[in-house]
């Protein structure tokens, strides 16, 4: 059985220097990480959408804002996951921009081996997650994007679980499951692959 993680929101903390960038650009004070209820910063007291699109631009060509992201699992959970690729049983799929001043793929492997995943296996794509993740076989699926989740359970066969994150509590799908801690994931794969 395959399962696909995305990485940022899931394993890597992208969230919180992004902010910081944030904070630095707006000049407006600390931006809480509570105050971002949707991941397109839409409705948000003082961020428009033009700030976080440049910030979102600026950081696509920034190798070391990637190398420098903080993990957001235990070391367990990494142990775990790389017990699942090293038997082929892993892929990650990610939204990060492709740019050709530096190699993402590159950056982004080199990030997860730090993190134990010896041969890490990453898909990077600007479609939908769910035909790339229904292509691929994957089974299960995590994501902390709403719109990713929704996407992948309604164009793919795979179990879709979403870490619960303030920009993505107001959603609910019947085929997207939230959970609380990341090693509910093992618990769906137990579940899953028990006969
Ligand atoms: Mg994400």
Redesign the pocket.
Known sequence: MVVGL?????VAD?LSPFLKLLETRVGNGPIAAETIRS?NFKDHPFLTDEVVWKCMEKVSYDPEFWENLSSLISPEDWSRLEDLSRNAKLVFV??RHVRETYSIHEVSSNWLRRHGISRPVVYFTQEPKGKLVQDLGVRLFV???YE?CQDVAESSQALVLMPHRTYNQDFSHPRVHRIWGFQELFTHIDRLESP
């Open positions: 995305d990485i940022d929101g899931v992208f991941f990610t939204h994501d902390d994007r990713n």
